[in-house]
């Protein structure tokens, strides 16, 4: 290891392609950590995707994997038939809910080479598939089993056949693909491995799976049991486990995660960069922070506007942020909004710095129907905004379970409601609001949660 560690940040679906609260993450840990020299491996849905961030000058190299192409092999396997019994072990495994040979079958596949022909075409390979859906799947056609076993695991060959770039540690920001191809490197690199959930990667994919009227009955079976082996495999493979919060720290031990190396950093925020000097505003100001996309529920902020507006006829609703990253979604927004007739007290700003909004909002609001441990709620209480929001995630520990301030998903009429106590409660809300700037500046400081990450750094790639 040279004076400088050098970390292969290991990313999916993200960061520098995406923007949202785990990009603005990575990008804010690099560059506030010049010390360290940062490798980028992203696992991306599309090739020659547009860029987000300006890369900062400490990432020295990036290598992108698009995650449902097919590649072609650069590398084979010292010996096919070991090969076959051992992705037949695996699989059986896998099944009941093992890890214990994910390393075994990692040693017998060289990096380049992808499984995607082996899989389907050996005799192994192929009685281990039909043997599959005879067992689980009799009442399916076995051409439907067929092409959703093969459209999940061929994206799981291109990951496990990938080519990492060389590192002192691989740190995942997830589970998933980003911790199976990390889980990958440690075993065939020998170099430590940290993994950081924001989330819990599992979790939020079932969520989006049984929402799905795509996915019939035993794909998302197949769908939800896969998702889950990748973060035991994670767990088991992980040196340091790091969570957000400890709700999501007890989820990661009830799927196998070692007690004694999970730890929770919580998220940070620039505190002098949101202490600003608030202005007043004529009317009720609200605000939601965030991309126009299903997972924040944009739909319903707009409803609640709706229900508002009825009783606050002079508040004016704002969504700061990009509208870009879901089309349709945001044409379905604005239809909405036209059809409530509120457009002219409901304003799409598109991407904006939020600072000057957090100056004159009166009240922040998340309507996300999933969500770890929002930055946004952390910057208005700095900036003296309170916030009301869904009971997701971290959310209800932050806003102290106050019922006041918190409501079910969805639930448009409740957050409403919450709303209108803001409104009506200025002189209590001072001293809520002066409470949760300082509990901001106290549990929340960006600068410790960079120096947390600069000394497990050195700890782990000391070990290597």
């Not at 698009?66 to 699989?91: F, G, I």
């Not at 409740?414 to 549990?443: R, S, W, Y």
Request: with cysteine.
């Amino acid at each position: 290891m040279s004076e400088r560690p050098r970390v292969c940040i290991i990313l999916e679906g993200s960061y520098p392609y995406v923007t949202g609260g785990v990009s603005a993450w990575t990008h804010d840990l690099i560059i506030n950590l010049p010390e360290i020299d940062f490798v980028l491996f992203t696992i991306s849905p599309e090739k020659d995707m547009e860029l987000r961030y300006s890369l900062p000058d400490n990432v020295v190299e990036h290598a992108d994997i698009v995650l449902n192409k097919h590649y072609e092999s650069t590398a084979k396997p010292a010996s096919k038939k070991k090969l076959m019994q051992a992705v037949n072990n695996a699989h059986n495994l896998f099944r009941a809910n093992s890890v214990d040979n994910f390393e075994e079958l990692i040693n017998i596949i060289p990096e380049g080479f992808f499984l995607y022909d082996e899989a389907v075409k050996s005799t192994t390979g192929w009685n281990m598939i039909v043997e599959a859906n005879q067992k689980h799947n009799p009442m399916y056609a076995f051409t439907d089993y067929y092409w959703a076993w093969k459209s999940s695991h061929d994206m799981l060959f291109t990951i496990i056949g990938s080519r990492l770039p060389e590192a002192d540690i691989y740190h995942a920001i997830s589970t998933g693909f980003a911790g199976i191809a990390a889980s990958a490197a440690k075993i065939r690199k020998k170099k430590p491995l940290i993994l950081t959930e924001h989330g819990l990667y599992h979790k939020e994919r079932e969520m989006e799976i049984r929402k799905s009227d795509m996915i019939r009955g035993y794909q998302r079976d197949m769908w939800i049991r896969l998702y889950n082996g990748f973060s035991r495999i994670c767990y088991s493979q992980a040196d340091r486990i790091i969570s957000l919060f400890e709700e999501n720290r007890r989820k990661q031990h009830e799927l196998g995660a070692n007690q004694s190396i999970t730890e929770v950093i919580p998220n940070g925020i620039d505190l002098p960069r949101f202490s600003i000097q608030r202005e007043e505003k004529d009317g009720f100001h609200v605000g939601l922070v965030g991309r126009v996309v299903p997972i924040k529920d944009i739909k319903t902020y707009i409803s609640t506007a709706k229900i508002v507006l009825e009783r606050i006829p002079e508040a004016t609703f704002y969504c700061i942020g990009p509208m870009d990253e879901d089309p349709g979604y945001y044409r379905d927004c604005e239809m909405l909004v036209k059809s409530f007739k509120i457009t002219d007290r409901f304003i799409f700003t598109g991407r904006q710095n939020v600072l000057d909004y957090y100056k004159f909002l009166d009240v922040l609001v998340l309507t996300s129907v999933r969500e770890a441990q929002p930055l946004v709620i952390l910057e208005g209480y700095c900036g003296g905004v309170p916030a009301v929001a869904t009971a997701v995630g971290n959310i209800p520990e932050m806003l102290d379970y106050d019922d006041r301030f918190l409501a079910p998903s969805k639930d448009s009429e409740k957050l409403a409601e919450c709303i209108q106590f803001v409104h009506e409660h200025p002189d209590e809300m001072k001293i809520i609001n002066e409470a949760n700037k300082q509990k901001a500046i106290t549990f929340y400081n960006k600068t410790d949660l960079h120096r947390k990450y600069l000394k497990i750094y050195r700890e782990t790639a000391g070990k290597a």
